[in-house]
C-alpha cells in the first residue's frame, strides 16, 4: 500500500498525500473484511434518484421531502427538456434562484433568496468545495441540487443565500446515448454518454461523457466554442466496499458580454439585446480550462454503519479578457455612462489566472438507539486547501466608446498592473443529528467548527500582503412534525459565517486587519406534502447578515492616508414567502413555484439606505410550466412556462428601478423508436414574444449596469438511445 503512495507521489498534491493514504485505508479495511463479507448485505447500485435524495442537504440517507429544509433538485432530463447548458439556466426553474450579473461568455453568478453566492465558497460538486470561477459544463451531471437559507450546516464559511450542488454521472448500467443540437443563431453540438458494467458479477462500471460545442448565439460577435471529456468508474471491491474515480476536463473559449448602464440621470428603454460592447478589433476572447477529479471510497461496516472517504481536486486557469465599459469621466460620472449615450471604455487583460483547489472529506455515518430513541448520525472533518496565483493584469483607459457598439477604438497603453495572489487553507470538523423523538417527532441538529488560515499578496511592487487565522462554530437547529401520513411541518434556526480582510492600503486605519467573522443567522418555518399526483411546500424565512462597509472622508485615494475605516455597518434583513408545487392529474402537469421577499438595509451609518431595497434583488417573482401528454400520439409533451420577475432597484438610494417584466417558452418532447433505437426530439422557443425588457441591474465594482433579456431565440435537438 505505502509502495502505490510512492509511486503515485508526484501525481498527488503534496498536501493531499495523506489523503490517498486514507482511501486505500478504507480499501485496506474492506479487504480484511472479505471473509466476513458473506454476512453483509449486497451493495445495489441502482443510481443516483436525485428527486427523492440530495446530498447538498446534508441528511444523505433522508428523502428531501422529510427533511426540515427547503431545497430544489433538477435531474438532467429536465435541464435537457428546458435547454439548460449552464447554471445560470437554471434561474427560470426556481423561484428562489436569480440572476446576479450573468453575462454571455462568462462563468456563472446566482443569487437565493436575494444573497448572492459567492463564486469561491458556496458551489459543491458531489458534496466537495469547488471554485466557481470558471464555466462548468452541465453534459456529465445528473443532477443540480440548490440548498436554499443559511448554509453553515454545509460550508464553513459561505454567503447566507444557500448552496448548489453539482451530482456526477456515475456508471448505472449500459448507456449508448448521442445527441445532436442546434440552437439560434448558428450554434450547433454534439454529445456523447457511453456506460457499462462488466467483469464477475459485475464488479466494475464505466460511464464517459464527450461533448462539442461550436457556439454561436444571437448576441453579436460572441463565436467561440467549448468542449468537454469526462469518465466516471467504480469498482466493487467486496460486497461492503466500493471505490469510485472519475475525472473531467473542459474548455470553453468565447467572448464575453458587457453590460449597459444609466445615461447620466436617465434609465434608457431595453436596447437591443444583440449589441455586444465588446467588440473592438483589439477584443479577445474568456478562454477558460478547467480539469477536476475525485475519488470515493465506502465501507460498510454493517447494516446500520459506513466509513466514507472522498478527495477530490480542481485545476483552473483562465485568460480573462474584456472591453470593458466603465464610467463617464467627461462628466465625472463613475457608477453610470454619459448622458450622450458614451462612455470610458478599458482595456482588460488577466491572463494566466491559475486556481486550484483541493479538499478532502472523512466521515462515518450510521443508526443506532440511545435512550430508546433512533437516532440518523453523520460525523466528520473536511480538510481543503485552496490557491489562486495570477499574473500583473492590464487595466486600462483605451478611449470613448457609445452604446450602439459602432465605435472603434484603439487598444491602450497596456500599462501591467498589480493583481493580487491568494491562499487560504481550512480544516471544518462537523457533526449532524437526526433523533426521533417520538413517532412523527423528530429534532435535527447540526454543528460545524472551522478553523481557517487565509492570505493575500501582490503580485509585484509593494506587497501589500495579509495574513490571518480565525475559528468560527455554526450551528443548526431544527424540529419536525409529522401531522399525517407524507405531511411535515418543521422549524429551524441556523448561524452562517463569513470571513473578511481589510485591504492592506494605505487608506484604510485598519489596514490588513481581519474584521470580527461576519456571522448570519436564519430563522425558517416550513410545510411539505405529498399526495396522489400531488406535491407542494411552503416556508417563510428571515435572514439577516452583516454589511461590511467602507466609511471616511476618502475611501477611494491612497494619496493622503487613514482616511477610511472598513467596519460592520449595520445587515442586510431579508424576509420571505417562497411555495413551490407540482400536480399530476390525467395527460397534464402543472408545477410551479413563487417568491415574495421583504428585503431592507438596516442600521447603516448612512440613514438615508435603511429602509431601502438592496440593489438588483427583485421583491416578487413566479415561475409555472404547464406540460401536456398528448394522448393520441403517445410519447409526445407539449410545455409551456412562464418567468416572471419583479421590479428591481439599480441604485442604492432606490431613486431608479428597472421595471418587472414576463417571459413565456413552449417547447415539445418526443419520444419513439425506430429499428429497436429510441429516439428523443426536443424543440424549443424561449422569450416567444420577443420581449424587450432589462432582466437585472447589478452594481458591480461601484457601477450601475444593465443587463438585456436575451431575444427570442430557437433550439431543436435529437438524442439517439441504441
Excluded at 471529456?229 to 469498482?235: E, I, R
Aim: hydrophobic share 35%; net charge positive.
Amino acid at each position: 500500500m505505502a509502495a502505490a503512495v510512492r509511486r503515485f507521489s508526484p501525481f498527488i498534491a503534496p498536501a493531499l498525500r495523506p489523503v490517498a493514504l486514507a482511501c486505500l485505508a478504507l480499501m485496506a479495511c474492506g479487504a480484511r473484511a472479505q471473509a466476513a463479507s458473506d454476512a453483509l448485505p449486497a451493495i445495489t447500485v441502482t443510481g443516483q434518484a436525485p428527486t427523492a435524495r440530495a446530498e447538498v442537504g446534508g441528511f444523505g440517507a433522508v428523502p428531501l421531502a422529510r427533511t426540515p429544509l427547503s431545497a430544489t433538485v433538477i435531474p438532467e432530463g429536465e435541464l435537457k427538456d428546458r435547454g439548460a447548458t449552464r447554471m445560470a439556466d437554471a434561474v427560470s426553474l426556481d423561484a428562489a434562484v436569480s440572476d446576479s450579473y450573468n453575462s454571455q461568455g462568462y462563468w456563472d453568478f446566482l443569487s437565493v433568496r436575494g444573497f448572492v453566492l459567492d463564486n469561491r465558497f458556496n458551489y459543491r460538486r458531489d458534496g466537495l468545495p469547488i471554485n466557481a470561477e470558471t464555466s462548468i459544463p452541465l453534459d456529465n451531471k445528473a443532477a443540480l441540487e440548490v440548498l436554499k437559507g443559511t448554509s453553515g450546516i454545509q460550508a464553513g464559511t459561505s454567503a447566507p443565500g444557500g448552496l448548489v450542488n453539482l451530482v456526477v454521472k456515475r456508471p448505472e448500467g449500459r448507456v449508448r446515448s448521442v445527441e445532436l443540437g442546434w440552437r439560434s443563431r448558428h450554434t450547433v453540438g454534439t454529445a456523447a454518454d457511453i456506460g457499462e458494467r462488466f467483469g464477475l458479477d459485475e464488479r466494475f462500471g464505466l460511464r464517459v461523457n464527450a461533448a462539442y460545442e461550436h457556439l454561436d448565439s444571437p448576441l453579436r460577435s460572441d463565436t467561440g466554442q467549448r468542449r468537454l471529456l469526462a469518465a466516471a468508474g467504480d469498482w466493487r471491491l467486496t460486497p461492503a466496499t466500493t471505490m469510485e474515480a472519475e475525472v473531467e476536463t473542459s474548455r470553453r473559449s468565447q467572448p464575453s458580454q458587457p453590460a449597459f448602464s444609466l445615461l447620466g440621470d436617465t434609465l434608457p428603454a431595453p436596447t437591443d439585446p444583440r449589441i455586444n460592447l465588446n467588440n473592438q478589433s483589439w477584443s479577445q476572447p474568456v478562454v477558460m480550462d478547467a480539469l477536476a477529479a475525485s475519488l470515493r471510497v465506502r465501507h460498510r461496516l454493517d447494516a446500520d454503519w459506513r466509513l466514507t472517504a472522498h478527495l477530490g481536486t480542481q485545476r483552473l486557469e483562465t485568460d480573462d479578457r474584456l472591453a470593458f465599459p466603465y464610467g463617464c469621466d467627461a462628466q465625472g460620472r463613475y457608477d453610470r455612462y454619459c448622458s450622450d449615450g458614451s462612455f470610458d471604455l478599458y482595456e482588460y487583460v488577466s491572463d494566466n489566472e491559475r486556481r486550484r483547489t483541493h479538499a478532502l472529506n472523512l466521515s462515518a455515518d450510521g443508526r443506532f438507539k440511545l435512550g430508546g430513541m433512533q437516532q440518523t448520525l453523520t460525523a466528520g472533518v473536511l480538510f481543503s486547501r485552496y490557491k489562486a496565483r495570477l499574473e500583473d493584469q492590464i487595466y486600462r483607459w483605451a478611449g470613448t466608446g457609445t452604446i450602439d457598439g459602432q465605435t472603434q477604438v484603439p487598444p491602450s497603453d497596456r500599462q501591467p498592473d498589480p493583481n493580487t495572489n491568494r491562499t487560504e487553507r481550512s480544516t471544518e470538523f462537523y457533526v449532524r443529528d437526526a433523533i426521533e423523538l417520538a413517532p412523527r417527532w423528530t429534532a435535527w441538529a447540526g454543528l460545524r467548527h472551522t478553523r481557517l488560515h487565509r492570505s493575500t499578496e501582490r503580485t509585484s511592487g509593494d506587497p501589500q500582503a495579509t495574513d490571518y487565522r480565525q475559528s468560527i462554530t455554526t450551528p443548526w437547529l431544527a424540529l419536525s412534525h409529522e401531522f399525517r401520513p407524507r405531511h411535515m411541518v418543521y422549524a429551524s434556526w441556523g448561524r452562517g459565517a463569513e470571513s473578511e480582510v481589510v485591504p492592506n492600503r494605505a487608506r484604510y486605519t485598519n489596514a490588513g486587519q481581519a474584521l470580527p467573522s461576519l456571522r448570519s443567522r436564519q430563522v425558517e418555518l416550513g410545510f411539505k406534502g405529498r399526495s396522489e399526483g400531488l406535491q407542494w411546500g411552503v416556508a417563510y424565512f428571515d435572514i439577516k447578515r452583516p454589511v461590511a462597509s467602507d466609511l471616511g472622508t476618502d475611501c477611494f485615494d491612497d494619496t493622503v492616508g487613514d482616511t477610511c475605516t472598513r467596519r460592520f455597518d449595520g445587515d442586510a434583513h431579508h424576509r420571505g414567502l417562497e411555495a413551490a408545487a407540482a400536480w399530476d392529474f390525467g395527460p397534464w402537469r402543472l408545477s410551479g413555484s413563487a417568491m415574495g421577499l421583504h428585503a431592507r438595509r438596516t442600521g447603516a451609518a448612512d440613514a438615508s439606505l435603511n429602509g431601502k431595497r438592496p440593489v438588483n434583488v427583485p421583491a416578487h417573482t413566479v415561475k409555472a410550466g404547464v406540460e401536456y401528454r398528448v394522448t393520441a400520439l403517445p410519447g409526445l409533451r407539449l410545455a409551456a412556462a412562464m418567468v416572471h420577475e419583479g421590479d428591481r432597484m439599480v441604485l442604492a438610494d432606490n431613486s431608479v428601478h428597472i421595471p418587472s417584466w414576463t417571459r413565456f417558452d413552449i417547447g415539445l418532447v418526443h419520444h419513439h423508436r425506430v429499428a429497436g433505437t429510441a429516439l428523443t426530439w426536443r424543440a424549443g422557443i424561449d422569450n416567444l414574444t420577443d420581449k424587450r425588457a432589462w432582466r437585472e441591474s447589478p452594481l458591480q465594482y461601484g457601477h450601475a449596469f444593465l443587463y438585456p433579456l436575451a431575444p427570442r431565440s430557437f433550439r431543436l435537438s435529437l438524442q439517439a438511445d441504441l
